[in-house]
């Protein structure tokens, strides 16, 4: 059974540019949630999908973004990058039941670089 | 508003002898806490949790948290620590729900204590 899944591993990008990050739930769960770790944090809440909308939403800009896919994984997106977005971006999957959100399943991570 | 802290950013302790990593939690609802490890280069994995069931709660690796409402803390111990223990360690308080109750899956962690583990 294979567990959370995220691509790339490592990237690295300049100021301004755009990046997609990827995410494939761990088998039978529902909902993806995204968080920001950087160096020496703990991380931080970004959003989270469910059923293809974005359920609720973190403290940051308007430039991350996300989306979902029927199969359930799902792409953050980071419009005109920061050199302060340079971070570990962890990707979780669970499972909705009624209106609780089941214990949350962390992905490898993908490691952004901006320069 | 939900928070965290974790009272100790660095916890040394030799192979063998017992594991207290502390943690105090701030919640306006009845909370669900976590306990979850990173490993270096690696993602996050749940040791153990707390949903209002019975207030010790084991996990693995011999891992166990004892919630203390009157205390506000949600301690993790181990009675013998390992090599590979070492790792950075996060307590984690989950948001409630807008009904008071239930998780909605917003974590929020404190800012981690890295337990080093000496020969």
């Known amino acids: 059974d294979a567990g959370v899944t995220q691509s790339p591993t490592h990237l690295i990008k300049t100021r301004g540019q755009q990046v997609t990050l990827r995410c494939s739930p761990k088998?039978?769960?529902?909902?993806v949630s995204w968080y920001q770790q950087a160096l020496g944090q703990g991380p931080q809440f970004i959003f989270q999908?469910?059923?293809?909308?974005?359920?609720q939403r973190g403290n940051f800009p308007d430039r991350f973004s996300g989306h979902q896919f029927p199969n359930y994984s799902s792409e953050l997106n980071v419009n005109a990058l920061l050199l302060g977005d340079s971070a570990l971006y962890l990707c979780?999957?669970?499972?909705?039941?009624?209106?609780?959100?089941?214990?949350?399943?962390f992905g490898p991570g993908t490691r952004l670089t901006v320069l | 508003a939900q928070s965290v802290t974790q009272l100790d950013s660095h916890v040394s302790v030799s192979e063998g002898t017992p594991v207290l990593l502390r943690c105090n939690y701030s919640?306006?609802?009845?909370?669900?806490l976590f306990w979850y490890v990173q490993h270096p280069n690696k993602g996050l994995q749940l040791l153990l949790k707390?949903?209002?069931?019975?207030?010790l709660v084991k996990g693995i690796n011999g891992f166990e948290a004892e919630f203390k409402k009157s205390e506000t803390s949600f301690h993790l111990t181990k009675p013998s620590a390992h090599m590979s223990d070492a790792a950075e360690y996060f307590c984690?308080?989950?948001?409630?729900?807008?009904?008071?109750?239930?998780?909605?899956?917003?974590?929020?962690f404190g800012q981690g204590t890295t337990l080093q583990v000496k020969p």
């Open positions: 088998s039978g769960h529902d909902t």
């Open positions: 707390y949903t209002s069931a019975a207030t």
């Open positions: 999908y469910y059923e293809e909308e974005e359920r």
């Open positions: 984690v308080v989950s948001d409630p729900s807008i009904h008071g109750s239930g998780n909605t899956g917003k974590l929020i």
């Open positions: 919640s306006s609802y009845s909370p669900s």
């Open positions: 979780a999957s669970s499972l909705i039941r009624g209106r609780v959100t089941d214990t949350q399943y």
